[in-house]
Every structure is written in structure tokens, then in C-alpha cells.
């Protein structure tokens, strides 16, 4: 029995079929690096200013979903349109996901910016240990 493999005994292993990713052709053509490079160079990222960074991405994502007619709402009513990859049949539509992505950085730069803005500031202005303690004349002076 030894010598003979039970076949309930071994370990089952699953065939995984590999699916191959369909990637539409408009994916393959575009760039991203350098139009990346020149939004942020061209609209305060030069200067540091993150702010004005995400001004201009909230901008654009705004623009191209006007364009794409994904607009999310009516005058108040705000209506959230996901993208998902049946919608995904313009190259314009990977750059409303890679403005939003853009957005999200710029803020948390802003912030991380304004918080060591606000530490050094209150290094500088803190009142130093010396001048919590009492003094070393004698009071009698």
C-alpha cells in the first residue's frame, strides 16, 4: 500500500487557465509620462505650488467629462457616473482617472506642505526654555 500513491491523498491542484488581457488600441498609443510632465510644469509644479495643481486637475477632470458627457448631475442633484471598462472606449476617459489620481497627490502635497509650514512656525515663535524660567537676579535687586 505503501508503494502505491492513493489518489485521495494528494494535493489538488487547480489548472489556472492564464486570460489574456485585452488592452484596446488607443491604450497603447499614448504617452503618459510627458503630458503628465507638462500639466504639471505648466500649471504650478514648478513652484511648488500644489494648490494651483489641483486647481487645474479639478479643471480638467470637470472639462473632460462635459466633453465625454459623463457629467455627474443636474444643477444640484449630483448623480455619481463610475467609470467602469464598458464605458472605457475613448483614451480621453483614462485621462479623467489619471487627472482624479493627479488631483488626490496635489491635495495630499498641499497638505503635507501647509503642516511643515505650520511646524516650522511654531518652532519659531515658541518661547525658548529660557525664558520659562525664573529669572537669576535676586529679588531684593
Known sequence: MEGKEDKNLKPEVEEKKEEKIVVPEFF????????????????????KDYKRYQNYCSRKI?????????TQGKNREFIKKEI???????????????????????????????????????LYT??????LSTSRMPSSA
Open 84 to 122: 467602469t471598462p464598458e464605458i472605457a472606449t475613448n483614451s480621453k476617459i483614462l485621462f479623467i482617472k489619471i487627472f482624479e489620481v493627479e488631483r488626490y497627490w496635489a491635495q495630499a502635497m498641499h497638505l503635507k506642505q501647509k503642516i511643515t509650514q505650520s511646524i516650522t512656525c511654531l
Open 28 to 47: 497603447e498609443s499614448i504617452s503618459l509620462l510627458p503630458m503628465v510632465s507638462a500639466a504639471e510644469n505648466q500649471n504650478g509644479l514648478r513652484h
Open 126 to 131: 515658541s518661547p525658548s526654555p529660557r525664558d
Open 62 to 70: 470637470h472639462k473632460l467629462r462635459k466633453v465625454l458627457r459623463l
